[in-house]
């Protein structure tokens, strides 16, 4: 069946814009992830949802962030005020059911701020 | 705060050879993942532990955990170059209700002929 997706796969903008980023998860998995990842680091935790409801944000790392799932299946990732230290690639993970939480990743976004 | 160290964080090996990646973790936790990650691309699910004394295999890959101990190792057996790759364990502590992952930095593998 049909994986994670994310796009745009890349994106680049300037500082002090505004971005999105789209996560299409597994069908049927009720959790989703958002991470970072910065070169040479292992992903770093933004925020998870269960269903629609953000039931853990305490990685989104300033309120420039913020996320939505309004049907419980795609989420949107939203950063205003772009910053350089912003540049990472976003990942978006799902799982069937947060008991056994093995997490599938979609490929990511790239994100450069100029 | 949850604290996840891998080393070796980097590792050249010969085909053929054994080597053990260890990855240890700071708090309680019986439930720990590992990932494969190629160049660019996104990270590969591959193994769930989800008790102590878990042991998984997969083809030369075996993971154990340790959850007394706070550890988990992967082993490589006889290694080949397709296994050239970051290798990423994590940690979730669902028992205190928090189902995100905690990763280590990952352990960069180079299998040389």
């Known amino acids: 069946g049909a994986g994670v997706s994310q796009t745009p796969s890349n994106k680049v903008t300037e500082k002090g814009k505004y971005v999105e980023l789209r996560c299409d998860p597994i069908s049927g998995h009720t959790a989703l992830y958002w991470y970072r990842q910065s070169l040479g680091q292992g992903p770093e935790f933004l925020i998870y949802f269960q269903g629609t409801g953000a039931a853990d944000d305490s990685g989104l790392p300033n309120d420039r962030f913020f996320a939505v799932r309004p049907e419980g299946s795609v989420s949107t990732l939203k950063i205003q005020r772009t910053e350089r230290g912003d540049s990472a690639v976003y990942l978006c993970?799902?799982?069937?059911?947060?008991?056994?939480?093995?997490?599938?990743f979609g490929p990511g976004t790239r994100l450069t701020v100029l | 705060e949850l604290k996840v160290e891998q080393n070796p964080l980097f590792l050249s090996m010969q085909e053929g050879k054994n080597y053990t990646i260890y990855c240890n973790y700071s708090t309680t936790s019986d439930r720990l993942y590992w990932y494969r990650q190629d160049p660019g691309k996104s990270l590969e699910s591959l193994f769930v532990?989800?008790?102590?004394?878990a042991v998984k295999q997969e083809g030369r890959l075996m993971a154990s955990l340790d959850t007394k101990a706070r550890l988990s190792t992967l082993h490589i057996t006889a290694a080949v170059h397709d296994l050239s790759a970051t290798y990423f364990c994590a940690v979730d502590i669902a028992g205190a209700g928090s189902y995100q992952l905690t990763f280590g930095k990952g352990t960069k593998l180079s299998v040389i002929p």
């Open positions: 993970a799902s799982s069937l059911d947060p008991n056994n939480n093995e997490q599938f």
């Open positions: 532990l989800l008790s102590n004394g």
